[in-house]
Structures are given as structure tokens and as C-alpha cells.
């Protein structure tokens, strides 16, 4: 059973996300923002964390700097979903660590494929 | 001139000098230096005067011209002077104290005065017995003519450097206010994208008929309105001018494999070995094939310029979400970070003594991020910390709505 850590401060996203997610069969373990992910990342050890960018205490870049950058958890994969499509920002989250980037709104369907993939290792 | 003038060989010598000065102080050593044959000169005081805004030409030293303004000269002393004229015999009253200041009473002043405000003045301090030719006050005048030229034009340039940074702060709001935006308007969009897309897989129940055919409604009304936030936001925002045209969907891993074999020639003459790793099942990009086509020939080159013979070639083409991520890793010395984003300027490479000798002009890159960013897409220096440096850019995929 893979876990997905669904990082976001929306709790109408995370509805969403959730749904999507359990309906998959994935386990899910939701943070409120950067911190608590980072915080937890090693206890939980995700399968892979979707990660927002907009949120308070500590952003989505910073936070993937941060797991990329630790040996323990550098291997988790971390898709952002952003509301920021211009390239610099994406340049922004791919340079931090980030294995894919997804701009808002984004497909559902796509969005799960893109976890496939990164969970599988493709 | 001649070739006693502390070194400076023309007077063309010291007009380059003087203008590229940082600061009004350098400029004046470079003059104080062409001038300092004269240092001892001068019983009188002479003041200089032009037609037009350009009143006088002159100029001191920052900390004298601080002085100065402690003493107010008035700008009389400007405005009184006829043109050419020669002031003999004692000073004005009022630089009096200036001139036991500098412990001497007479002396050649040039005052620098840039439409008619005093910028600063020239002092050249007292001598015995020597005269001053008339070529002499020639040259004085043109030194302080460029004098004042050159204080005029580092005042433009403060006021650019401001303005530019009050330029550069707008900047910086008005994109954390596009991203603001777009993070507000886009989050709503998700989610009604999202709950529509559940509700029509069914994947909260059967609908009826009618259900199915309103909540597509909802779905379609969405679509638009992403559209019309998308258009908002693009105008908003500043992207590059010219479009690129002839674009067509294109399997971006198969571009990359087909460039690469027609680089084979190029790789085999320095023995270099390439290597592609590839994602399956990427989306495809919209491009303009040829163009993308040079922009990743260019990366090729310059990895093959920078590797040594013998070494190695990486090409890495990864699906990145929305993205598609291109990187082209080579075996030489590798790119220090204070480099890092100038490799991208037309030109850098003949600045820089250590790729001096190697052929090139170095345009390609600065062309390749002309294109690239055309394309909706970015370029730049990856965070290498393996062997060699690593150019990586991305371009959009075509995304499925």
C-alpha cells in the first residue's frame, strides 16, 4: 500500500486530493504546510509527496530543498502542483529537487499517471 | 601634448580615461595627472567661460569640492566672468578663507558648471615666474569642458541606476502580485475542475441524466473561465516579444535522439562518447522544430567544445509533469557559479581568458535561450556537482484538458 504525503493548505483541495487518492487505493497522510512536512518526512517516510507551493510557515520550494537535499529522504519523489506556470518558477521547483511540476488546474487523470510513474521509478 | 604628461599620450587618451571613470573623484585624478605639469604654476586666476549651458569647465577633487561648498561660492563668479577672460591679481573676497585654506592666494580656478549649476571647481595651485600660453588655457578649457561633460553624465547615470531600481522594485511587485493572483484564481478552478471530473466518472454515485448534463455545464463554463484568466494573466506579465511560428506537435525524445545522431561525426573527431537517456511516454512539446532543433545543437556544440577528447556526453530527457526537462552534461572543466548565468550573454565566452583559443564566437547559447524562452520554456546552468557542467532547459508540454 503506497503512501502519499499530500502536502497543502487548502482544506477543499485536500478534499479533493484525498478523494482521489483513497479511491486509488493510496494511503494518505496530509501536512498543513512546509514545516510539518519536513518534520515528519523521516518518521513517515512517504512513498511520495505532493507537494503546493503557497503556503504559510515555509513554502513548497523551500521544503523540496530541504527533503531533495537529506540523503535519508532525497530518494522520496516530490511532484509540485502549482498555481505558477511561468518557467521561472518551474525552473524554481525543478532546480530544488523536484521530479515533476503540474500547474493548476491540473487534470486528474494526469496528475495520477504522473504519481505511477514516479512511484514506480519510471 | 607631450610626452611629459605623467604617461597619458593623447589628449583622446585622457577623454577615454576620464569617461570611464566610476566616480567624478577618478575622473579628476586622471585630469589632476595630465595636469600635473602645471601644478606649479600660475600667478592669476582664470576663469573660463562658453557659450551655451555650459558656463565654465572645471572640476576638483570630491573632498575639495566638499570644502567648497562649505565656503558657498557664489555663482557670480561665473556669471561675471566674460568669456576667455583672464582675472588678474588678487582673489574674490570670498575665497579668501578657501585660499589659506589651501595655503596659497593665488591660484587658477576652473569652476565646473553644468547648465549653469556649479558642479565643481579646478584649482590649480600658486607658482612663481611661469606663464601660461595660450595653448595652455586651451587645453585647460577643454579638460574642464570634459570635466563637466563627464560629471554631467555620471549624474544621468545615478538617476538611471534610481530609476532602474525603482523600475526593478515595480517589478518585483507587480510579479508577486501576478502570482498572488494567480494562486487565488487558479486554486478555486482546481477544485471545481476536479469535483466536476469525480462527479462525471460516477466516482460519487450514478447521476441522472439531467445531473450529468448540468454538472457539464459546470465543467464547460469552467474551461472558459480558465481561458479568460489564463489571457489576463498573460498580459500581465511581461513575456518576450515575437511569436514563434510554424509550431507543430512534435515527440521531443525523438528530436533529441535524431540531433544527437547527426552530431555523430562531431563526437566521433574528439572521441567522445554520447550517451541519451530517455522517459518513455512523454506528452509531445509544441514547437518549431527547426529552431529547437539549433537551440539543442547549440548545447551539443558547446559540450563538445568544453569536453576533452576522450570524454563523455550525457543527454537526459525526463518528463517532468507539465514539463519536460532536457539536460546535457559533458566532461570538461565545468562552470563556476559566477558564471553561471552569463554563459547565456552573446559574446561571454571570447571575454573570458580561459576559453579564449577555443573556436567559437560563443553566440549559440545566448541564441538557444532566445528560443527556448520563446517557447514557453527556460534554460539554464544545472546545479552540478558532478564532473563537467551540466546545461538543462524546459520546455511545456501540451497539456490534455
Not at chain 1, 74 to 95: D, N, Y
Not at chain 2, 228 to 251: C, M, P
Not at chain 2, 342 to 371: H, M
Amino acid at each position: 500500500m503506497s503512501k502519499i504525503m499530500v502536502v497543502e493548505d487548502d482544506p477543499t483541495t485536500i478534499i479533493l486530493l484525498k478523494f482521489l487518492l483513497e479511491e486509488k487505493k493510496y494511503e494518505v497522510a496530509v501536512k498543513k504546510n512546509g514545516k510539518e512536512a519536513v518534520d515528519s518526512v523521516k518518521s513517515e517516510v512517504p512513498d511520495l509527496i505532493l507537494m503546493d507551493v503557497m503556503m504559510p510557515e515555509m513554502d513548497g520550494i523551500e521544503a523540496t530543498k530541504i527533503i531533495k537535499e537529506d540523503p535519508d529522504t532525497s530518494s522520496i519523489p516530490i511532484i509540485i502542483l502549482s498555481a505558477l506556470s511561468q518557467e521561472m518558477e518551474v525552473m524554481k521547483g525543478l532546480q530544488a529537487g523536484a521530479d515533476a511540476y503540474m500547474v493548476k488546474p491540473f487534470d486528474l487523470n494526469n496528475l495520477l499517471k504522473q504519481i505511477e510513474e514516479k512511484i514506480s521509478g519510471v | 601634448m607631450n610626452k611629459s604628461d605623467n604617461g597619458i599620450k593623447s589628449l583622446y587618451e585622457l577623454n577615454l580615461k576620464v569617461f570611464s571613470s566610476s566616480s567624478p573623484s577618478e575622473a579628476a585624478g586622471h585630469l589632476l595627472n595630465a595636469m600635473g605639469k602645471y601644478a606649479g604654476k600660475g600667478p592669476r586666476i582664470y576663469l573660463s567661460s562658453e557659450g551655451g549651458s555650459l558656463k565654465a569647465a572645471c572640476f576638483m577633487p570630491e573632498s575639495l569640492a566638499n570644502q567648497m561648498a562649505s565656503f558657498k561660492i557664489p555663482a557670480r563668479i561665473i556669471e561675471e566672468c566674460p568669456s576667455g577672460a583672464l582675472l588678474s591679481g588678487q582673489a574674490p573676497p570670498e575665497l579668501d578663507n578657501l585660499f589659506k585654506a589651501l595655503d596659497t592666494d593665488d591660484i587658477y580656478i576652473f569652476p565646473a558648471a553644468c547648465r549653469d549649476k556649479p558642479a565643481g571647481f579646478f584649482i590649480l595651485k600658486k607658482s612663481l615666474n611661469l606663464k601660461y600660453t595660450a595653448r595652455d588655457i586651451s587645453l585647460f578649457k577643454l579638460y574642464g569642458l570634459w570635466m563637466a561633460q563627464y560629471m554631467h553624465i555620471y549624474s544621468q547615470k545615478e538617476r538611471i541606476k534610481k530609476n532602474k531600481a525603482g523600475i526593478n522594485e515595480l517589478k518585483n511587485m507587480k510579479n508577486n502580485f501576478s502570482s498572488l493572483i494567480s494562486h487565488e484564481l487558479k486554486t478555486p478552478l482546481t477544485l471545481i475542475k476536479g469535483f466536476t471530473q469525480l462527479l462525471l466518472e460516477k466516482k460519487a454515485g450514478p447521476l441522472s441524466r439531467r445531473q450529468e448534463s448540468f454538472v457539464q455545464k459546470i465543467k464547460d463554463s469552467a474551461s472558459g473561465l480558465y481561458l479568460t484568466i489564463e489571457n489576463i494573466i498573460a498580459s500581465t506579465e511581461n513575456r518576450s516579444l515575437g511569436k514563434v511560428t510554424e509550431k507543430e506537435k512534435i515527440n521531443i525524445s525523438e528530436l533529441i535522439k535524431e540531433c544527437c545522431r547527426e552530431y555523430k561525426k562531431k563526437f566521433e573527431n574528439k572521441n567522445i562518447k554520447c550517451k541519451i537517456k530517455s522517459d518513455t511516454d512523454i506528452p509531445p512539446v509544441n514547437i518549431n522544430k527547426i529552431k529547437i532543433k539549433q537551440a539543442f545543437g547549440s548545447l551539443l556544440d558547446n559540450a563538445v567544445k568544453f569536453s576533452s577528447p576522450g570524454g563523455s556526453i550525457d543527454v537526459l530527457v525526463k518528463g517532468r509533469g507539465d514539463f519536460v526537462q532536457v539536460s546535457v552534461i559533458d566532461s570538461g572543466k565545468g562552470i563556476d557559479k559566477k558564471a553561471g548565468e552569463k554563459v547565456f550573454e552573446s559574446f561571454y565566452q571570447c571575454q573570458q581568458p580561459k576559453t579564449r583559443g577555443i573556436e567559437g564566437l560563443g553566440l549559440g547559447l545566448s541564441v538557444a535561450k532566445s528560443i527556448i524562452e520563446k517557447h514557453g520554456g527556460k534554460i539554464e546552468v544545472g546545479s552540478a556537482e558532478k564532473r563537467g557542467a551540466e546545461l538543462k532547459f524546459i520546455l511545456p508540454l501540451k497539456r490534455v484538458s
